[in-house]
């Protein structure tokens, strides 16, 4: 469960709303100051997670999903549970743009097999849907 509270957390959401606005340099900073200040690992999977999102370039985008997955597998608790349906398609993802294929469609599997534990709300229809696109862009490599 995200602490709303938590300080890494309230940069994040900041750093979401500055992007919903079109304040793409702002939202950058906030999620950078995020991960400037954050204390553990569950901290740093957060804000490497928005970091990735601000990414222009591919390559870079693929590093900072990387460090998001590499500090949730750090964290030792079901804090990041929910998260791992959206880190595994990010990656799916940053490899798609990547061009490789073979891993988009590894990590989409991995993100379709967590599914279940996210909420039925927007947010967890919008990861669904994203894995589901993901799968059928990938469905050829099979």
């Known amino acids: 469960m995200i602490d709303p509270q938590n300080p890494v957390v ?10 919903a606005e079109g304040q793409f340099d702002k939202a950058y900073d906030l999620f950078e100051q995020a991960w ?13 997670h928005f970091v990735a999102r601000q990414q222009d370039d591919p390559q870079q985008m ?7 997955l590499a ?10 549970q929910s998260f791992y349906p959206s ?5 799916g993802f940053s490899y798609e743009t990547l061009g490789n294929r073979v891993e988009a469609r590894r990590h989409y599997e991995q993100a379709a097999q967590r ?15 994203g ?12």
């Open 71 to 80: 500090q949730a597998e750090s964290v030792a608790d079901e804090r990041v």
């Open 87 to 91: 880190l595994y398609l990010n990656l």
């Open 131 to 142: 894995v589901t696109r993901g799968l059928a862009r990938t469905a050829s490599v099979e």
């Open 115 to 129: 599914l279940d534990v996210l909420p039925s709300d927007p947010y967890g229809d919008t990861v669904r849907d």
């Open 36 to 48: 400037m200040t954050s204390q553990d690992d569950y901290e740093r999977c957060v804000a490497a």
């Open 62 to 68: 693929l590093h900072w999903n990387l460090e998001a």
């Open 10 to 19: 309230k940069l994040c959401a900041a750093g979401m709303q500055a992007e």
